[in-house]
């Protein structure tokens, strides 16, 4: 079991950065791949970024590739999302997952453990 909190989120103009953090407790952050998700008002739940078990391996969205950056820190027990250029779209609750599985993958049904989201708002 592992049990995850999402911080960092606020409101920020567009152009703007924020850095999300996912601190987890528990189980050891090492045993899972990790995934950030976000989920806009009206809008299905969407895979952002997702990051292999030691960190080797990332993916972007198109959405976000060249303005996010997902890494970690296992050390530390702790997953991070940083985000610069950040535009109006990029509005939405931005969740935090953790998944069993040894590769990571953008699918939502994938993961085991979900944080309890941080919201992201973007003004224009």
């Known amino acids: 079991q592992v049990q995850l909190v999402e911080s960092g989120g606020g409101l920020v103009q567009a152009g703007g950065s924020l850095r999300l953090s996912c601190a987890a407790s528990g189980r050891t952050l090492s045993s899972y791949a990790m995934g950030w998700f976000r989920q806009a008002p009206g809008k299905e739940r969407e895979n952002v970024a997702t990051i292999s078990r030691s960190g080797g391996n990332t993916v972007h969205a198109d959405s976000v590739k060249g303005r996010f950056t997902i890494s970690r820190d296992n050390a530390k027990n702790t997953v991070f999302l940083q985000m610069n250029g950040l535009k109006p779209e990029d509005t939405a609750v931005y969740y935090c997952?953790?998944?069993?599985?040894?590769?990571?993958?953008?699918?939502?049904?994938?993961?085991?453990?979900w944080g309890q989201g941080t919201q992201v708002t973007v003004s224009s």
């Open positions: 997952a953790a998944s069993l599985l040894p590769i990571a993958s953008g699918a939502e049904n994938l993961y085991n453990y």
